[in-house]
């Protein structure tokens, strides 16, 4: 019965047990959170310590438990580090694959994909990997690691790892957990170590990315990677001639295939004109872009970065695991964090080694004692285990002053251990130079120890030096000019009007043509009544009826000038004005004349740059008007703002104006800077200030290697990297050069002009290994020449240069410097100086050139030459 009533109480237990109610909203908040904690802490964001997730810890670790200097099937590494990752071999052999691409922590062997193409690493079991020598020197020492069980508790894994590098800063990462990202750029390996230096040395310093696929970075918004800020990547674009451009870099976080892609949706799309694309790349990126004929490549390549995956933006996240939470911080405190923590683990490691020197030396102290005193032959008289102890110890006694700390039992068991062998063959001149060596080793680290931020800096310094070369910066640092889309895209699409019911737009296929025109272009449309809109395209919409003109317009065009004559009502005066149409809004209504009603527009032309001309106005004849027919100069009318009311041309009724004789510009020529920060031309002021260019004027480039060209002033024009001179061209005008021509083995001395042409061309031969030494647009320049090697005895000569050699073409190989080995060449104050007039258009327009002398090549001028 007792029984019975037992079961039945369970079972009522469990029944209501099995029935109870729990709260949804209570479950959802603790399964939730804990899930959130787990991916954040455990799967996708890394530690502040080591930098690196769990998963790539334990696949570190495991790779150090396996390693023998040998290469290990990644299937192996998979496995084996299974034992501390409780989750799919996928996961694990992805991170290994990412650690491996970054060429850092792991030699690789095999095929392990490429980062410029796309393509994935071959199957596991087909690929090598072992610990690179940085990895074991910079990443692992299991005398300063913390350990943990592993998941199961079968095995001990690291907390985190002792690294002694920047390591998060050198590899970046990228992660997404429950509620929050994080993404930290990589950044350049060198200005990593120079910046942890500078740091300890209490100097200020700077962190930008550095990209394995190259290409440029604008950083001027990065700040210091923290959330909130951007940066823009570009890819790197070069003409190969008017027809192609090529591709030899990419973004960071692209490859070659979804490059390719992005491109040609902008083309389908209209965007960018091209004709097709040839994907070379193999060890190096090399993606060839024909192009339309007649399609500009300046334009082509501004129209890549605006419509394409070619320039794109980045939105760092600097997420950190601190003492299991999240932290969002910035790139130098994780830099200032990590070499505060070198300093803290080398300062461990020197005591830890400090310690064991310690011991060592108390242990050989004691054996030279023991033996060379004899002690071990009193052990012969004791009976038991104790009186050998008691015995040994005794015969210690007047020697324990001399040692570093008080002798113990085990130390006396060591003792005891020694073999017969070992002290017959004992030599004390041997053991008192080790004993030294050990005195001198302690020394030494007790003396890092009290100058640890020196010991600190040499360490940096010589990871830097071990395994610094071949990791120089990929990407470049650049100012990006901002692009603007319109003016840049291809005509996709054209603009046609109805001039009868008012509408303009790209589908009235049926009406009157007007242009071509892209499919985000402003459209300008101006009415007879002098109001005119700005819209933007569309397939068809109402502008308003009687349409005088319709075009395309061009944002902030200050050059651009319209010409105006209007009665101003239905009686009043024709008045004539000259204005620019900028500053306005999308959809809204202004107007050319006073908005009088009755207000018409009698005359008006479209000048694009500030052209006026002379018109010849006929009046309606009236009784009391002598002159029926006369001309007017726009020339003499001053370009106002869009609302000025404008200059009375005549007070009777006007019956017709035409055109008589077309006018040439106003404005003067157009002023032309160069920004040096982003190598693009401009009208604002920005850089150096080239001069007053008029519609036949051109600009003059030469290069550090020997090359130049005649370009126009056009603003989209792009310009090379290793610009030595960039100034207005002026016909004639005689350079002097210096080079060392590769094939002769000799330094030439030429005077010559250069040609108008856009094909750079090269004045200094056609070896590659050809430099360019010296030039100068001085007039009457003179040369000091030095020599070295075996003519060392001879005296400096100077050369006359207007007396040594002639004007000749560029194509000329000019006269040889000097027969005897030159050690140095260097150019010295002219004796004959020719003064410019003042009439001179440099005088007038304050034009300037980027440099009058340089010497590009330090190796062979201003310095010991090296022959």
Same mark, same amino acid.
């Given at each position: 019965m007792d029984n019975n009533t037992e079961n039945t109480g369970l079972r009522q237990e469990q029944h209501a047990a099995l029935h109870s109610v729990t709260a949804l909203s209570g479950m959802y908040k603790d399964w939730f959170l804990d899930y959130a904690s787990y991916v954040i802490l455990e799967r996708a964001v890394p530690h502040l310590n080591d930098g690196l997730k769990p998963v790539q810890r334990r696949i570190m670790h495991s790779m150090k438990r396996m390693d023998d200097g040998r290469y290990n099937k990644v299937a192996n590494i998979i496995g084996h580090t299974m034992q501390f990752h409780p989750h799919g071999d996928a996961s694990i052999g992805d991170a290994l694959t990412q650690i491996g691409q970054k060429d850092l922590l792991v030699d690789t062997q095999g095929n392990w994909g490429n980062i410029l193409t796309g393509d994935g690493a071959a199957a596991p079991r087909y690929i090598e990997a072992r610990l690179s020598k940085f990895a074991l020197e910079v990443v692992f020492n299991p005398k300063t690691t913390e350990w943990k069980l592993s998941y199961d508790g079968r095995n001990k894994e690291p907390i985190t790892l002792p690294v002694k590098f920047p390591l998060l800063l050198a590899q970046g990462g990228e992660g997404i957990a429950v509620g929050l990202a994080s993404k930290i750029l990589p950044h350049n390996f060198n200005e990593l170590i120079d910046a942890s230096v500078n740091y300890l040395q209490g100097k200020e310093f700077s962190l930008?990315?550095?990209?394995?696929?190259?290409?440029? #970075?604008?950083?001027?918004?990065?700040?210091?990677?923290? @959330?909130? &800020?951007?940066i823009k990547v570009r890819? $790197? =674009?070069?003409?190969?001639?008017? /027809?192609a451009l090529v591709i030899t870099e990419i973004p960071y976080g692209k490859t070659t295939s979804s490059l390719i892609? +992005? =491109?040609? !949706?902008? +083309?389908? /799309?209209?965007? =960018?004109?091209? !004709? $097709? =694309?040839?994907?070379?790349?193999?060890?190096? #990126?090399?993606?060839v872009i024909n192009l339309v004929p007649g399609t500009s490549p300046d334009n082509t390549i501004d129209a890549l970065y605006a419509f394409t995956d070619c320039e794109y933006s980045i939105s760092p996240n600097t997420c950190v695991i601190v003492n299991d939470k999240p932290l969002f911080t910035g790139a130098g405190e994780i830099l200032k964090y990590s070499a505060n923590q070198t300093v803290a683990l080398l300062t461990r490691e020197l005591e830890i080694r400090k310690v064991e020197l310690q011991e060592e030396w108390h242990m050989s102290s004691l054996e030279k004692i023991f033996i060379e005193e004899r002690i071990y032959r009193e052990i012969e008289e004791a009976e038991t285990w104790e009186g050998v102890i008691t015995t040994i110890d005794r015969g210690l006694e007047p020697f324990k002053e001399r040692l570093l700390r008080t002798v113990t039992r085990d130390d006396i068991v060591k003792l005891t251990e020694i073999k017969i062998k070992r002290i017959s063959k004992f030599d004390v001149r041997k053991a008192d130079e080790y004993i030294k060596g050990l005195e001198s080793e302690l020394e030494e680290v007790q003396n890092h120890l009290e100058n640890i931020i020196p010991y600190a800096i040499n360490y940096f310094k010589q990871i830097k030096k071990k395994y610094g070369n071949g990791k120089e910066r990929k990407t470049e640092i650049r100012s990006f000019d901002t692009i603007e889309a319109t003016k840049v895209v291809a005509d996709n699409a054209k603009l046609y009007v109805n001039y009868?019911?008012?509408?303009?737009?790209?589908?009235?296929? /049926?009406?009157e043509f007007v242009c071509n025109c892209s499919d985000i272009d402003d459209i300008i449309t101006i009415r007879r009544d002098g109001v005119y809109t700005i819209t933007r395209i569309a397939e068809k919409v109402f502008v308003g009826t009687d349409i005088l003109y319709v075009n395309v317009f061009l944002k902030n065009d200050e050059r651009t000038i319209y010409n105006v004559v209007?009665?101003?009502? /239905?009686?009043?005066?024709?008045?004539? !004005? @000259?204005? +620019? #149409?900028?500053?306005?809004? @999308?959809? @809204?209504?202004?107007?050319f004349t006073r908005g009088t009603a009755g207000s018409k527009i009698i005359y008006l032309s479209i000048n694009p740059n500030g052209e006026a001309e002379v018109v010849k106005v006929q009046l309606k004849p009236r009784a009391n008007i002598k002159k029926l027919t006369f001309e007017y100069d726009f020339g003499q009318l001053a370009i106002k703002g869009r609302s000025s009311m404008g200059n009375i041309l005549t007070k009777h009724t006007v019956h017709k104006i035409a055109l008589k004789e077309k006018g040439l510009s106003t404005l003067g020529?157009?002023?032309?800077?160069?920004?040096d920060a982003i190598l693009r031309l401009n009208a604002d002021g920005r850089g150096l200030y080239l001069g007053e260019f008029g519609p036949d004027d051109k600009i003059q480039v030469i290069t550090k290697n020997g090359l130049f060209r005649i370009t126009g002033f056009d603003l989209s024009g792009h310009f090379e990297e290793n610009i030595l001179l960039i100034e207005k061209y002026r016909r004639g005008k005689v350079y002097s050069a210096i080079y060392w021509d590769a094939e002769q083995k000799f330094y030439y001395l030429k005077r010559f002009s250069v040609e108008e042409t856009e094909k750079p061309? +090269?004045?200094? &031969?056609?070896s590659p290994a050809s430099k360019l030494v010296s030039i100068t647009e001085v007039e009457y320049p003179r040369f000091e020449i030095s020599f070295g090697g075996q003519h060392r005895a001879r005296e400096n000569e100077i050369i006359e240069v207007a007396e040594f050699i002639g004007v000749k073409s560029y194509k000329a190989k000019g006269k040889r410097l000097s027969n005897y080995t030159v050690d140095n060449i260097h150019e010295i104050e002219p004796v004959v100086k020719k003064e410019t007039p003042p009439s001179m258009p440099d005088d007038d327009t304050g034009e300037k050139s980027l440099h009058t002398r340089h010497e590009p090549d330090t190796d062979h001028a201003q310095m010991k030459l090296e022959l």
């Open positions: 930008y990315p550095d990209f394995p696929t190259g290409g440029f #970075v604008d950083v001027s918004r990065y700040n210091d990677g923290q @959330r909130g &800020g951007a890819a $790197k =674009i070069e003409k190969i001639d008017k /027809k892609e +992005s =491109i040609i !949706k902008a +083309s389908e /799309k209209g965007k =960018i004109k091209i !004709k $097709k =694309i040839d994907d070379n790349t193999a060890a190096n #990126v090399e993606i009868k019911e008012g509408f303009i737009g790209t589908g009235l296929k /049926k009406d209007y009665q101003d009502g /239905k009686d009043g005066p024709v008045l004539a !004005k @000259r204005c +620019s #149409v900028s500053g306005i809004m @999308r959809d @809204r209504e202004y107007n020529g157009r002023k032309i800077w160069f920004d061309q +090269s004045f200094i &031969g056609e």
